[in-house]
């Protein structure tokens, strides 16, 4: 694995799980540019901004790197035995990533829609009440 960060193995239709390792680890790594900025929300809450970066950062199950012989024989085995569903884990985690930082898009949408209408509902309430003490 590169420095570059952590990489989702996905086999085509009857690619060799192996080939598909190779062609992960010489892809680019995943992009967290993909991932939405939020905006409001995060800026208002420190801790939730914290966690969203760490499951953004940490949403990948990904081997640490083998350097030794034994090392690299035993990530491969550890690839081939287990290769689809760490690809499916991933992939759900990374669903789920996409999931979360959606909803807290909608949440922000939501909360300025609402403060919107208040203020709309308010200066319509001033507006009614200062024409009913105006004859």
Known sequence: MTAQGPHLVHPHDEEPLAAAIA???HSSAVDYRQFT???ELLARDTY???QVQELRQAWAITPPPAISV???FRRRLAWWLFGPELAQINATHATLTRIIESLIAHLDAER???Q???ERVAALEQG???SQHHP
């Open 23 to 25: 062609r992960a680890l």
């Open 37 to 39: 900025d939020l905006s």
């Open 48 to 50: 939730l901004a914290e």
């Open 70 to 72: 034994m090392a690299r």
């Open 112 to 114: 300025t829609l609402r």
């Open 116 to 118: 919107t209408l208040s």
């Open 128 to 130: 009614h009440a200062s």
